[in-house]
């Protein structure tokens, strides 16, 4: 479902440091950060293109992703 999935690190070291993330979709680029149990879209939201459910079912991925990612 999810393709070129990256986790980048922007505002290191300050209050504003989140972790944000991309990844494509059916060849569509999205980007966003999670913050508490949120998953926050940058413009273009997936919402724009791709089903409610569709999205649903990427932001439990990103979840999974991202917890991964972070224990490591």
């Known amino acids: 479902m999810l393709e070129d999935?990256?986790?980048?690190?922007?505002?290191e070291g300050?209050?504003?440091e989140h972790p944000h993330f991309s990844l494509s979709v059916d060849g569509s680029r999205y980007?966003?950060?999670i913050h508490g149990d949120k998953v926050h879209w940058y413009h273009p939201h997936p919402k724009q293109t791709l089903e409610e459910?569709?999205?649903?079912?990427i932001e439990d991925e990103?979840?999974?992703k991202m917890?991964?990612?972070?224990?490591?």
């Not at 459910?53 to 079912?57: I, L």
């Open 5 to 11: 999935f990256e986790v980048n690190h922007l505002f």
């Open 14 to 16: 300050s209050a504003k």
């Open 31 to 33: 980007k966003g950060m």
């Open 53 to 57: 459910e569709h999205v649903d079912a």
């Open 62 to 64: 990103v979840f999974n």
């Open 67 to 72: 917890t991964d990612y972070l224990d490591q």
